[in-house]
């Protein structure tokens, strides 16, 4: 399992000849841990006195937090795995009649893993809106840090789409799924912008 490796044992393996895992299964990875730096930020303000108004909404997004890094670290071996058929796919003669169908089905595959991936980053990025406005004041780099980080994933997920996308033949299906991404970029990269921008800018007051 990729996720069982240790930490120098993926990077070697991501830096090998083996197209997987890629960028999907780094996209994953990178979300899973702004998730866990999120649940950070709800622990270190759990607990305390000063943040006791804000306790039950800390701890219920803490709850969530976990389950996005679980659901997030799954998506590492799950993109690995839907890229296995389209990567078979490619090696069908041009002259069978039945690689175009193959090649549809396999490439549309290959496309769920990363916009789930960006589902879970923009829910991991409305749990850290709440950590950097209501969380701990000593942890708000770390939630700003979460932002920037889920960020890239997001936008790292979306390319593994959009380089499917481009090839499939049902054009109808693949602009909707362009759409579906494009929304969450625009929508949720300037929500994890704001984050970033608001707790950096709290630091020069």
Request: contains cysteine.
């Amino acid at each position: 399992m990729l996720v069982d490796l240790t930490v120098k044992e993926f990077l070697n393996k991501v830096a090998g000849s083996d197209p997987v895992p890629g960028g999907g299964s780094i996209a994953a990875l990178n979300g899973a841990v702004a998730s866990a730096l999120a649940a950070m930020v709800a622990n270190l303000t759990i607990g305390k006195k000063k943040y006791a108004d804000v306790e039950a909404e800390i701890i219920a997004l803490k709850e969530k937090c976990d389950k996005l890094q679980t659901e997030l670290l799954d998506q590492v071996p799950a993109d690995a795995e839907g890229f296995i058929p389209l990567s078979k796919a490619y090696g069908i003669p041009k002259d069978d009649p039945s690689r175009p169908e193959i090649m549809e089905k396999a490439t549309i595959t290959a496309c769920q893993v990363p916009m789930h991936i960006m589902e879970l980053c923009c829910e991991s990025i409305e749990a850290i809106s709440v950590f950097a406005a209501k969380g701990s004041r000593l942890a708000v780099s770390d939630a700003g840090c979460g932002a920037a980080i889920v960020k890239s994933a997001l936008q790292a997920a979306s390319l593994n789409v959009f380089i499917n996308t481009k090839t499939l033949q049902n054009r109808a299906l693949a602009e909707e799924m362009n759409a579906k991404c494009l929304g969450m970029l625009d929508k949720y990269g300037k929500m994890a912008d704001e984050i970033f921008e608001t707790v950096k800018a709290g630091f020069f007051k």
